[in-house]
């Protein structure tokens, strides 16, 4: 779920660096993918890609926007490599209109 800006450390050298999100033109300026694909996550959750190929997934500031999260979830699980790890990160700022119902509704306590 990422866009034109990149979370990842400059110093760091990665040998792949795939991106997905929702708008090619903004993926297409983010430095540090190699490769992206576009996709609304909501309408399909199947990421096409190979079982076992990831040491890591990122999502960043952007799970409160998944319908079904844990078909993508189960579709992150498919793709990392045995011991690989999801990092979700989550943010205390909250677009009202576009969020699904369960984190408008929700506190950051249940
Ligand atoms: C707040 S931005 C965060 C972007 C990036 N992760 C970052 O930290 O800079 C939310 C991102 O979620 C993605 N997104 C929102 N709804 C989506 C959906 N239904 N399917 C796939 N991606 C979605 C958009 O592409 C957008 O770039």
């Known amino acids: 779920m990422s866009s034109w800006i990149s979370h990842l450390p400059c110093e760091v050298k990665y040998k792949k660096v795939v991106g997905h999100g929702l708008n090619a033109q903004e993926l297409a300026k983010n430095p540090r ?4 694909f576009v996709k609304d996550l909501n309408n399909d959750q199947e990421l096409e890609m190979e079982s076992s190929t990831f040491n890591v997934v990122l999502c960043t500031v952007s799970v409160q926007y998944l319908q079904q999260p844990e078909k993508v979830f189960a579709e992150v699980f498919r793709v990392l490599n045995l011991g690989g790890v999801f990092i979700v990160r989550i943010s205390n700022r909250l677009f009202y209109e ?3 119902s ?4 929700g506190t950051g306590y249940v």
Request: a neutral charge.
């Open 33 to 36: 993918l190699d490769y992206f």
């Open 98 to 100: 576009k969020a699904i």
């Open 102 to 105: 369960a984190w408008r509704e």
